[in-house]
C-alpha cells in the first residue's frame, strides 16, 4: 500500500535523476489541464503562480477573503538556505544533517536531502520577487543563527519573514490571476474531496457568503491546508486553521501520516483566563540572553523581585549544564511542564516560568537589552501589562506546529491517485520534531520547485477520461456535503461550538500534549466519542446554512477536530516510544530524558481510515538511515 | 467591568443595517477586544440570538483580517494596534462603544462588522507585482540591494492590508495602501524594469475601484497598525509623474 517512490542511486542525485525521468506536458496542451490548489498560504500560492506561469488553468481556493492572509504570514525568524553565504562550514549536506536529527530519526532521508537542495532556489526565488530581506551595508544579504544550529543559515526579513514570503508568492499569484492562468476562489472553503474511478478529480466547497454549495473539476488536486493544531483549541495557529480539507480526503481514502506529532514551542504569553482565544508566541531569541527558573518552593507566591537567589531553582542550567537554557524547544517544553506539575509554576493558575533578563540587563545595560530585544518587550507589555525590564517575563509552551500529517510518497502525491499535499499539510520532511526557520523553506519547496515537476508528470503519466461537474459522483458527494452541514444546523441543542472545541482541546492539551502516558490516551480514547456524541446531539447553531455564518464554519472544522483528535491519540498510544515532541512518559532515561526505540519504532505510522466511530487500520512505512546515523540525542 | 456596546447589524450585503445596543458584563482587563466580542457572542448564542458577525484570524496582528470603527476609530486608536491586538486594559467600566464596519463604496457591507475588500487583490493585479518567473532567478547574491533602500521596501512592505486607512480617509481613498506597495517595488532594484507600468497601472485601478482621492488629511497614517508614513504616498505621487512622463503621448 505505501509506495514511497524514492528513487535509486546515491543521495545526492535522486532528485535530479527523477526531474530527468518524469514526463513533460506539452505547452500547448498545458491549457487543456485544470489544476485545483486548495489553500493559499507559502505551498499553495507558491503552487498556484508556478504553474499558472507554465499555462496549466489553475483554480486556487482559500476561506479567507484575500489569499494574502494565510497563516503563513504569522513566522517571525526566518528560512532556512545552504547558501553557505558566511563561509562557516554550512553546506547542502549539513542542512539536511541537521534536520533528520533534529527531527529525531523520523523523516526520509531522501525528501529532506532534496529539502536542502532546494534550499539554495528559494532564496534566488523570493529575491527576484522584491521580497525585502535584511541587507548588510554592501548589499549583501544578511544571515543569523537560529535553533541551536551551529551556522548561520537563516535569511529573515525583520520580524515578518512569513509575511513578507507570502507577500512574494501572493504577489506572482494575482500577476497570474490578471493573467487569466489562475481563477482565485476567496472565501471558498473545500468540504469534500471527488474521487472518479479512484483519482481525485474534484472538491465540493461552501460560498461562505452566500452558503452555496458548489463542485469543481479538475485533472488533479493539490491540498496546501497547512496544519491542525487548533485541534488543541489554544495554539499560536490563527483562529480559523483547520484540519477539515486533509481530514476529508483521509475520509475518502488518503492515508494520515504520524497523526500524533505535534510541536511545542517553549516561549509563549501564558494562558491569562478562561476567556483566552489564542496563544501569542514570543521569539525563541530570548533564551540567548533570559534565564529561565521557578521557585524552589511549592506554592510560592511571593513577588519574584521577593524570592531570594538561593530560593530560585534555574532547572534549565542546573539539568543541562552545556546547553543551559538553549537545548531544543522539545526540551525545553517539557521541562516547564514538569515544573508547573510540581506546583512551581508562576503566575494565574500556575502555568508560567519565568524568563529573566536582570542578569542581563546588568551585564549589557537596558539599553543593549533594548537594541536586542526592544519590539519583543514591547509586545509582551502590550499585551500582559507588564514591564519585562523590571519583573521578569513569564512564558509557557503553546502547540505551535505539526509534523503530521497526509502521507505522500517522494512526489507529494498521497494514497489516493491525483491527490497531492504540499506545506504543513503533508507529513513529509521534519519528522519527530521541527527545527526553526524550517516551515517556510518547506512550504515554498513543494510549491515553487516539486509540484511543478511531479504535477505535470502525473498529468502526462496518466489517461485522464474528460470529467466535469454533471458526473454522478460530483452530485452524490455534494449531496452528503449538503446532509452534512443541514444536520449540524439542525441539531439546535444547547451547546456553543467554542464550549465544546474547548473540551476537546483542554482534553488533547492534558493528555495528548508535552507527555503522554497509555492511562491519559486510553481516558481520551474513552471520552472523545463521547464528546462527538455531544457534539451531534447538543450543538447550537444560530442562523442558517444559507448565509455567512461564521459558527457553523467553526462547526464543521470542530467536526473533524473530534475525529482528528481521537487518531492523534490512538497514534501517540501505538508509537510506545519518546522521539522529539512526542514524549512518551514510560519510554524515559534513568535521569528523565526522552529515550527513543529504534528497534520497534523506526518507521513512519500512516492510518487508513475504516469508517466511522474510531476505526483505522496502521501500516508502517519503515525508514532507512543510509547517510545519518541513528544515535540518540544528548543536550547534558 | 460592565460596558454597553452599540453594534452595526446588517444582515447581509443587500438588507438594510442599524445599530443594536447590547450590554456586556463581566469583561476583564485582561481580555483582548476580541475576546470580549466573544464573550458577547457566547451570551448572544445562549439567547437564541445570532452572534455579531466580524473577521480575526491571528489575533496577533499581522494577518489583516480584523479590523472595524471604535466610537469613530479604525482599529479603536492606541497607535500601531490592529483591533486583535487592543487590550480591554485600556477601557474602564461603564463605557459606551460604537463599533461600525469600514465605511467606504468599494468596501460594501457583507455582514455585521463584515466588509468585502477585495478591491485590494485587484490593485495588486494591476501591477503590484516583479515579473519573475519561478527557475529564472539569478543567484540572490548577485543582486545587491543598498540598505537604506531594503529598508525603505521593508518599511513599505510592511503593510497587512486590512482597510483602515480607507476608512479612516473622509474621502475613502486607497492611496496610503496603494502607495506603500508602490513604494515596496519601486525602491528595489529589481523592481526597476516595471516601475513605470506598476505606477499607472496600480494608480489607474485605485479609480476604477471606486476609491477616493488623497487630499493630505493623514488620518491614514494615524490609523495605520503598522505605522506606514503618509510620505510614501508623496513617492508615489513623484513616481506618477516620472512615470506620464515617461509615457507622454502614449
Redesign the interface.
Known sequence: MLASKIPSGPIEQKWEKSRFEMKLVNPANRRKHTIIIVGSGLAGA?AA??LG?QGYNVDCFSF??????A?S??AQGGINAA?N?RNDGDSIFRLFYDTVKGGDFRAREANVYRLAQISV?I????????V??????????DTRSFGGVQVSRTFY??G?TG??LL?GA???L??Q??AGSVK?H?RSEMLDLVLVNGKARGIITRDL?TGAIEGHAADVVVLATGGYGNVFYLSTN???TNATAIWRAHRRGALFGNPCFTQIHPTCIPV??E????L??MSESLRNDGRVWVPKKKGDNRAPGDIPEDERDYYLERRYPSFGNLVPRDVASRNAKEVCDEDRGVGPGGRGVYLDFADAIHRMGEGQVREKYGNLFDMYE????ENAYKVPMRIFPAVHYTMGGLWVDYQLMSTIPGLFVAGEANFSDHGANRLGASALMQGLADG??IL?YTLPNYIASNTLEKVDTSHPAFAAVKDEVVKHVAKMVNVRGKR?V??IHKELGRMMWENCGMSRSEAGLRSNLARIPALREEFWHNL?I??TGE??N??LEKAGRVADFLELGELMCLDALQRAESCGGHFRVESQTTDGEALRDDEHFCYASAWEWKGDGGQWELHKEPLAFEYVHLAQRSYK | MNLTLRIWRQ???KAPGGFVTYPVQGV?????F??ML??LN?N???K????V?F??????G????CGFLINGVAHGGRRG?TVC?L?M?FFKDGDSLTLEPWRARAFPV??DL?V???P??RI???G??????????????A?????DS?ET??DA??C??CGACVAACPNAAAMLFTAAKVT??NS?P??QPQRDRRTLGMVAAMTDELFGSCTNHGECEAVCPKKIPIEFIGKMNRDLIRATLHHRGE
Open positions: 507558491s503562480a508556478s506561469q479567507h477573503d484575500s489569499p494574502r492572509r497563516h504570514i504569522a547558501k553565504y532556489n532564496i534566488d526565488q523570493c529575491v527576484a520577487q522584491g525585502p530581506f535584511a541587507r548588510e551595508y554592501g548589499g549583501l544579504l526579513a525583520r515578518q509575511q513578507q507577500l501572493y504577489q506572482a494575482e500577476e490571476v490578471a482565485m476567496s457568503v490563527a483562529k480559523a491569562s483566563s476567556h483566552q482565544s489564542k501569542t508566541l502590550e499585551i500582559t501589562g515553487y520547485f511543478p456553543t467554542d464550549s447550537n444560530i442562523g448565509e455567512l461564521q459558527s | 444582515q447581509n450585503v476583564t482587563p485582561d481580555m483582548s476580541l475576546e466573544d464573550l457566547e448572544l448564542q445562549a437564541g440570538e445570532p452572534p458577525a473577521e480575526h484570524d491571528c489575533r496577533e499581522i494577518c489583516g483580517s494596534t491586538q487590550s486594559r457583507l455582514r463584515v468585502d475588500r477585495s485590494f487583490d495588486i493585479q494591476a503590484g507585482f516583479i515579473t519573475a518567473p519561478t527557475g529564472g532567478a539569478p543567484d540572490a547574491n543582486i545587491l540591494v543598498p540598505k531594503a521596501a521593508f512592505a510592511a497587512i492590508g515596496h517595488l528595489l529589481q523592481g
